[in-house]
Every structure is written in C-alpha cells, then in structure tokens.
C-alpha cells in the first residue's frame, strides 16, 4: 500500500493505492474518477509537467518561460532541465512556440508560455 495526495484538483485528496496485485490497483479516497487514474498512474507511470525558463537574446526580457506541453516521465525532470540551461533562443518569441522538440525522445515539446519582444 502506498499513499499520495492527488494533485489532479484543488481538492487534494488524500488517496491509498493497494499495489499488492499490479493486474488489480485499487484506489481509495478519491472524490472524482482523475484520482483513480492520477494514483493508478503514480504506480505504473508516474509523470509530471515541467516549467522552468530560458535565456533570450535581443528581447525586452532577459528569460521567457517554457513548460513541457504534456507531462513527461518523472525520472526525466532532472535531464530536461539540464538542457534548458543551455538554451538560448533569439526574440522574438511567443506563446506556444517550439524551444525543444520532442525532448529526451519523449515525444513532448517544451515550448514558451510567454510572449518576449525584440528591442
């Protein structure tokens, strides 16, 4: 048995995933259905967003902030963000474009979330 806060909603509930048999997860605690699938999935394959920043060159600001557009293996956090601290993309940028195309072979863009202009 382990335990999680489910992070799916506001309402954080606190969830008891009994793993003992991986063909039958059960999930207890959960007030909506994306609770049992968030602690199904926290078992079998736990993922995350990441959201971080990138350098710009020849923009009104200094960084835009970048965020993978889906969630991506947990235990591949560390290395894509070892890659964006040697990003540097030219302004302008806008919201939504590409800054890393299918990173770590994840088939997960990162792209900006943020509009820079040039100066």
Known sequence: ?????CINCPLGCHLVVDDSDKNNIIVTGNTCPRGKTYGINEILNPK???????????????????KTKEAI???LIFD???????IKVNAPVHIGDVIVKNVLNTNVD????????RI
């Open 1 to 5: 048995m382990k335990e999680f806060i």
């Open 48 to 66: 995350r967003m990441v959201t971080s920043s990138v350098c710009v060159l020849n923009g009104e600001n200094n960084v835009v902030s970048v």
């Open 73 to 75: 293996p947990k235990g």
């Open 80 to 86: 894509s963000l070892e890659i964006l601290k040697n």
């Open 110 to 117: 990162i792209i900006a979330t943020r509009n820079v202009e």
